[in-house]
């Protein structure tokens, strides 16, 4: 079944409900988003897109992004979306990689596909919209909805193939494991749609929810308690940087979020203290959820209930978990083999499942790595206790989160080594009070920092760029040459910079 469906039938069921939202305006009702969406899947296949075709959405939070979305949905086409933080070059690389040949855009994000020579036509949604289509295209569980795109250390893309059945079981899970959702409820769009938030929007398309997205596009603390205390029933997936922000937003205007119901967090290290000082400003508001590009938003869960808990003598030890396996999956620790290991003893998390994905778009090599006789090898590294509690210890990949969005090292790596001045590059995070962690480059060379600086804003997102550079001799490295990220961590550790 196609996911769309979700909201075919909510237009029928209840066509005059809010849907969308921008700021506290509504923009449309269900049956407004529903026709909308159709309108858009008319204009996309007169166009020539059928179904399995690839569409980008490459374009800000905006509720046209949902209603293009829906629009790719019905006509039975796959979604491509696309980070807004991205580089042009670099959406345009996975808008080649999926083989999109049309890509729903804003007026910004079209100038910079046009800059970086994208070889797809783009349009806006609204720009687009056809005569309605007659119903939403069939599709089989097993049929690709979404194309997700990661990198690995090797920063080369991986789009994650996400199908309509995992959307389902992903979705259904969320009511039962992470939060139930009602028609009185208001979702806000404060991370990228292009990501988990996103992802998100089914459930409550499901139960015919509100979707609200800020006007600002993007998370801004003032923004959302406003919005919350104007709206009521408010629900919002935000990044552990994002809570503190609120938190410390909160605290210093005195407001205590009335209206917002919950946040469930994820993304990142939750550092014990903040979540502390967030469930003591706010009350029981928060969820916390453990998942990957693939195994999307899944994995595990932490409720409310445990999240708020200061009864237990073991409280502590599982506010630092991840919480319990999600209803739609199993997860074990693994050793080297995959084999299993006991209670208490660390190994690689390895989860399958109805979220678990089919394997990586036109990579079969990276397929064969990741997943395992039906098991998807996550390359973190856990523990699970008695009751079945998830506790990370590492992130074997050294992926940076700054800000909620990631930066895999080898990828600014490999553009800071253009520059013929430098021999030596390595890039690890430091903790932020901010955004969690910043990107810092140890380099070896005299390259001028301003001129890599512009080096990086060519070819990567401005997020992606480090904020600092080190300079060393040379980098330090083991018997067998490759670098210890480990003791360059500690040497900023050295310098009384606290690093992850």
Known sequence: MNIGHWLARRAATDPARHALFYGDAVICTYDE?????ARVAAGLQAQGIGAGDRVGLFLDNHPDWLLGLYGILYAGAVAVPVNAKLHGREAAGILEDSGASLCLTDQRHHAMLQDAEAHCTCNAPRALMGDAVAGVAHREPDDLAWLFYTSGTTGAPKGVMITHGMLMAMSLAYATDVDPVAAKDAAIYAAPLSHGAGLYNFVHVLAGARHVVPHSGSFEGGEIL???????????FAAPTMVKRLTDGAKAAGRKGEGLRTIV???GPMYTADIIAAVDHFGPKFVQ???QGECPMSITALSREDVA??????WEARLGSVGRA?????????????MS????QAGEIMVRGATVMPGYWNNPAATAKTLRSGWLMTGDIGYLD???YLTLQDRSKDVIITGGSNVYPREVEEVLLRHPQLSEVSVVGAIHADWGEEVVAFIVGDAPEAALDTLCLAHIARFKRPKRYVRLEELPKNNYGKVLKTELRARLRGDGTAVG
Not at 33 to 37: L, P, Q, S, Y
Not at 226 to 236: P, S
Not at 341 to 344: E, Q
């Open 33 to 37: 988003f529903h026709r909308g969406a």
């Open 226 to 236: 406003d919005l919350a205390e104007k709206l009521g029933d408010c629900h919002m």
């Open 265 to 267: 967090y994820a993304g």
């Open 289 to 291: 959820i453990y998942g």
């Open 309 to 314: 808990d200061r009864t237990r003598d073991d």
């Open 326 to 338: 999600q209803s739609v999956v199993e997860v074990r620790i693994g050793d080297a083999d995959g």
């Open 341 to 344: 290991l006991p209670v208490g």
């Open 386 to 388: 008695a009751a079945g």
